[in-house]
């Protein structure tokens, strides 16, 4: 079993930044890949970014440039730093783990993230 803990979420004005953690814990050595997702109300959640088990990384055309994923293998701890938010960055963002083992997938709580114009 994976756990995932989000922080960092919150409410910022356009163009500000945000950096969102997700702490895994348990069976993290069953992770394959860690991503951010996203979610807004009566949508899709849409994936935003992710990470692979050896550093090689993806993110969606609408963040690309202003979006960073990272990790700390150390802390097992996976970063979405946001820069150049846009209102329509707002949305509930999800961390979500892929494992070698079932039931393969794991999701953190949420956290909201807030933009105003």
């Known amino acids: 079993q994976v756990q995932l803990v989000e922080s960092g979420g919150g409410w910022v004005q356009a163009g500000g930044s945000l950096r969102l953690s997700c702490a895994a814990s348990?069976?993290?050595?069953?992770?394959?890949?860690m991503a951010w997702y996203r979610q807004t109300p009566g949508k899709q959640r849409e994936l935003v970014a992710h990470i692979s088990s050896g550093g090689s990384t993806n993110l969606s055309n609408s963040v690309k440039g202003r979006f960073t994923i990272s990790r700390d293998n150390a802390k097992n701890t996976v970063y979405l730093q946001m820069n150049t938010l846009k209102p329509e960055d707002t949305a509930v963002y999800y961390c979500?783990?892929?494992?070698?083992?079932?039931?393969?997938?794991?999701w953190g709580q949420g956290t909201q993230v807030t933009v105003s114009s």
């Open positions: 979500h783990a892929l494992t070698a083992t079932r039931p393969y997938n794991y």
């Open positions: 348990g069976s993290t050595f069953s992770i394959n890949r």
